[in-house]
């Protein structure tokens, strides 16, 4: 008999918003499964042909920042068992690495990014859609201890840039796609009854797909 689809679940929410800590706290209660992790960011768009120059002035708080077309695809390609070469994104030069991941399909994905909602084709592929609801204070700050620690930027550079570009385009692409999430988790990861009610909700999920 055909193997049943895998279940697809997508999280989102704005930047610092808590949606990477919520996808691995879903991962981390769903041993016992097969399960991958995806992150949108993986498919930011190849920009090898444009100058490190011209890669400062792209707004990557935008959804035409993202190749969707390819993530649509290569998801398609895992919701039917067929194994894909992600793309890995170097942050560091503002593109992508000439190396790519292998990675082979599993009965769950999670899928993270701030975009998942915003298009319908990608949307549909999708059987839960979580939305990460958190005040903009709390996200900035969070913003700013990970790019200092992780990525190396200034103070001074990650505030201008959620001014001019991550605040705004938040409020007009992101936020609205909340009216599309079956759930919403308020507080991130942090709160613990809506993720353990969500991982049940998961769980039956996977127990009728498996039936």
Known sequence: ?????PVIIGVTGGSGSGKTSVSHAIF?????????????????RDQSEMTLEQRAKVN??????????????????LSQWKAIDKPVYDYSIST????????????????????????PKLRDLLDIKVFVDTDDDIRIIRRIQRDMKDRGRTLQSIIDQY?????PMYHQFIEPTKRYADVIVPEGAENKVAIDLLVTKIRDIIRVAQN
């Open 163 to 167: 001014l001019r570009t991550v605040k």
């Open 28 to 44: 981390d209660q769903l041993h016992g499964h097969s399960i991958l992790m995806l992150e949108q960011d993986s498919y930011y």
């Open 96 to 119: 992508r690495s000439e190396e790519i991941e292998r990675v082979e399909p599993k009965e769950v994905i999670i899928l993270e990014g701030i975009f998942i909602l915003t298009d």
């Open 1 to 5: 008999m055909p193997r049943k689809r």
């Open 60 to 77: 990557y708080d935008h959804p035409n920042a993202f190749d969707t077309d390819l993530l649509i695809a290569q998801l398609s390609d």
